[in-house]
């Protein structure tokens, strides 16, 4: 038992399960139809100047919401550029051992944005991911699917304690990837209205999903489709 709740504790809600890329967008699959946006940044120190003017903007902005959208939750962000040489273009949200929430970003994730808009957004959606809850809620779902798949372990051998000791894990699986599209959606919907409150424009921002790989609509995928991540964006920022 004490493993399978540490294997669980491991599943935190990073919006980059499964190796995903930039703005929690998974790897593999066909390429997206591109619409070709001007590289306003250039250079990778421009990019990183300009990443850290979005974070000295946004960084406020998404604390602010943070504490007028929940109660006794840590607010405190830390953002933190990952510079591994090798790490792949990515962005997440996790937290560190005291709970304060860390919003990571690779080196390759700044190269790879073509202006700010799209670094606040990013950042914004990351943010939108502690505000709402996620962490907790996918680790919730991953408990209660430990918890079906082990009974039905039970039941179907006999208690064979190997047996469903891999049931709770492939469970606890299942669980954390039952509501992994609504969360992101959820992030994106929240993440324009923090983006917009920061002085970007969000339907700009998200445009970077037009140039990463479409996870289209997997049963049990953790990303919905590209198109209707935009759309979300679109219609949140309609409304604002």
């Known amino acids: 038992m004490t493993r399978l709740l540490a294997a669980l504790t491991t599943l935190a809600f990073v919006a980059a399960c499964d190796d995903v890329v930039v703005t929690s967008a998974p790897t593999g699959g066909p390429a997206p139809a591109v619409r070709e946006v001007p590289d306003e940044l250039g250079s990778r120190q421009q990019s990183l100047r300009t990443f850290a003017e979005v974070v000295r903007r946004m960084e406020p902005v998404a604390e602010r919401e943070c504490r007028a959208r929940t ?127 920061g002085g970007y424009d969000p339907v700009k921002g998200a445009e970077f999903f037009n140039r990463i790989p479409d996870p289209g609509d997997r049963f049990l995928g953790t990303h919905p489709p590209n198109a209707q991540r935009i759309e979300t964006v679109r219609r949140t920022a309609a409304a604002l």
Request: with cysteine; hydrophobic share 45%.
């Open 71 to 197: 109660r006794d939750v840590n607010c405190d962000f830390k953002i933190i550029v990952d510079d591994r040489p090798n790490a792949p273009s990515n962005a997440f949200q996790t937290l560190d051992d005291n709970g304060r929430p860390l919003l990571v970003f690779t080196e390759r994730l700044i190269d790879d944005a073509r202006n700010a808009d799209e670094l606040a957004f990013v950042l914004g959606h990351e943010a939108a991911h502690h505000v709402s809850g996620h962490i907790a809620r996918q680790q919730q779902n991953a408990a209660a699917g430990a918890v079906i798949f082990g009974g039905l372990a039970t039941t179907l051998t006999g208690g064979d304690a190997g047996a469903i000791e891999s049931a709770q894990r492939i469970g606890a699986q299942v669980g954390a990837r039952t509501y992994s599209k609504d969360f992101e959606l959820e992030a994106d919907a929240l993440g324009t209205v923090i983006t917009a409150a």
